[in-house]
């Protein structure tokens, strides 16, 4: 046989696991990451806002201490993935403000053991408030007496909770999570979405004229004085991120690219130094 396919890799034995290395409370945590990480983006595709554009803040309730030390271990992951300033995570006792939630029983699974009793079980659920719902929500199984005086029993496949959105917020439910995103752009955040969108088209121009990975360039914009206002602020930033030597603005450009941004357009001039 040959001796370079002998050592080959695709020869080689699989090493075998070591159970005790793995890290339970990370997986949990990745998975935390992962999922608050999706409905935060889902509600911004809902909201028509841009992963480039910078929002301002999301708040995620936690149903138990564990929980909330989880999303805290991975928030700066969550942040810089969503591309939000800040991520407040709620401590189990604390509720957040203006914050509505709605419970609706599950007639599969309620119907099953209950049956006849639906109608007072349904009428039962209309009158949960807001505390009764978040113990609901952090007791596996929760018992409450009808008006007729028969005990129930109902755990988290018996009920949904639905959170409404809040002015200026959207919200979304999955499982126990619960993802609220202020969806406000303020002049600020969007000065700063201005500046991120203009990065990635002079990085795509950079890529389509064959510019080395090293290569500086000289920059030149043709725009509104509205959107140079928010380029002059962050053209340090910019700068950076696109490693140009400079960065400076013409009444009038020939030869340039015209980028179209839907509500404005900005023509840019790029040439290697």
Request: aromatic share 6%; proline share 3%.
């Amino acid at each position: 046989m040959n001796k370079n396919i002998a050592n080959s890799v695709h020869l080689a034995d699989f090493p075998k696991y070591d159970e005790r290395l793995i890290d339970k409370n990370l997986e949990e945590c990745m998975l935390l990451a992962q999922q608050i990480s999706s409905m935060i983006l889902a509600l911004r595709r809902k909201a028509e806002k841009k992963v480039r554009q910078p929002l301002l803040k999301a708040v995620v309730p936690a149903n138990d201490a564990k929980t909330f030390d989880q999303i805290q271990y991975v928030s700066d992951l969550i942040r810089n993935e969503v591309n939000i300033k800040e991520l407040e995570i709620l401590p189990p006792n604390v509720e957040m403000e203006n914050l509505v939630k709605r419970i609706k029983p599950n007639f599969k699974t309620l119907g099953k053991r209950y049956g006849k009793l639906m109608k007072e079980i349904v009428k039962a659920f209309e009158t949960f408030n807001s505390r009764q719902i978040s113990e609901i929500e952090k007791t596996e199984a929760y018992k409450f007496v009808l008006p007729q005086g028969e005990k129930i029993e109902i755990e988290s496949s018996d009920y949904e909770i639905i959170t409404e959105d809040m002015p200026g917020w959207l919200v979304s439910n999955e499982g126990n999570l619960t993802v609220a995103l202020d969806v406000e752009v303020t002049p600020e955040l969007e000065r700063e979405g201005i500046a991120r969108e203009l990065v990635n088209r002079i990085q795509n121009i950079r890529k389509s004229s064959g510019y080395e990975i090293i290569d500086r360039i000289i920059i030149e914009i043709e725009c509104s004085d509205e959107i140079a206002a928010a380029i002059k602020e962050f053209s340090e930033y910019i700068s950076n991120q696109v490693l140009a030597n400079s960065l400076t603005f013409a009444k009038t450009l020939t030869d340039a690219e015209e980028l179209n941004f839907e509500d404005y357009i900005v023509k840019v001039k790029v040439r290697k130094v």
